[in-house]
């Protein structure tokens, strides 16, 4: 029977926690994970793409050249040194609409911050004859992505068995505190983080995270022999999963806690598939999740007020499998040395 002592008990499994844990415990310290599986959370429905450059103006994201090569070591790190098949390198081809679209790009391609992403020649070869062509096409480079569902079910599998991950619903009352650290049902543990994406809403400790959840829908598509590789982005991501199935999305709403997928989705995205493909497709699934968007779009770490060890990690937002990463490992920094610096990105 493993001891119920632990340093640190982190609450939430998406990929907030589940990257939280893996940094404590590569530096030896006992963590208990407490999780309630949901199959339809944030991190498993999300395709996971690592995308720097964004938007109409095609603008680097906030910090890529800090997030995205610390993204891409860790989870290599996590392929080789841990068997999981955790990400896919694939460019983006990205449809540009006009001549104005077309142009901006190609005086970005000039701009030498850019020039690791931006391919300058764009080959959509392997589309050709299988969607409507658009006006023309970028292509990025230095883009992958995440399986997260595949990172999310290695480490729980391996937390489950060594007695280290509980599946159940954090109950907050039952939580007790005491000088020397935190008592819940007959575990102990000196500090608690609560990394719970959108539910940090009904969190009791922390009432005031700055969370503004928003609602993704997604579609997943079967089209048989498409051999799409690379990701293709035209007002909708196609992303390969496996064998011939596809994921579509996704589209936001705001407002709503609501985690029902909706017929309105459901036709905005089907009605931009069949504006895309010019082959044949089955929709075979029709997923929606809540993402844990904040009202400024950057992560937190807080730390409570008075609790002593209680905190929050929270609001990777759109960006969970770029930032995550560079975040979470910043935040075990803030937990293990409590440097006030580390508290921040
Ligand atoms: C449709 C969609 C598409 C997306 N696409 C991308 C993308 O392409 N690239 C990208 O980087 N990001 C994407 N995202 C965003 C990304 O998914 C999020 O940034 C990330 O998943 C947030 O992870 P999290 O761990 O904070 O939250 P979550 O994934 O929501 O995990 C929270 C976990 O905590 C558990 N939990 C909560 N409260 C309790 C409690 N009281 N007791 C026990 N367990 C609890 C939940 O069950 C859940 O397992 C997308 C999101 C959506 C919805």
Redesign the pocket.
Known sequence: MPSKNYDFCV????????LLTYFLRKEGKRVLV?????EK??????????NPVTGKNFVKTWRADDFIPFALATYTEMANENGVDSFTKANILRALDSALDENNWISRTADSTLSDYLVDNADDREFSGKVSRPFAYGELTGTF??H?KNILQHFRQQWQETGDLVN?????QDLKHHETGFEYLDYKFKEIIF??????V??PFFPETGLAPS????LLVKIPNAGFKKMYKDKI?IVHQYDDIYWV??GYEWDTLDESPTQKAYDHLSSQLSRILTIPYEIVDH??????TMHDRRPVFLKHGVNDGMYLF???????????PFAAKKFCNYLLFKKEEDKFL
Do not use: M, W
């Open positions: 609450v939430g499994q998406g990929i907030a926690g589940t407490i999780d309630k599986y949901i959370s944030s991190s498993r429905v999300a395709a996971g793409i690592v992505h995440v997260i159940e619903q954090f109950i907050y990394c719970e994406g959108y539910q940090a009904y969190n609602k993704g829908e997604v991501f999305g996704s997923l929606a999740a809540i993402r844990p929270n609001g990777l937002g759109t960006k969970g499998s770029s930032i995550g």
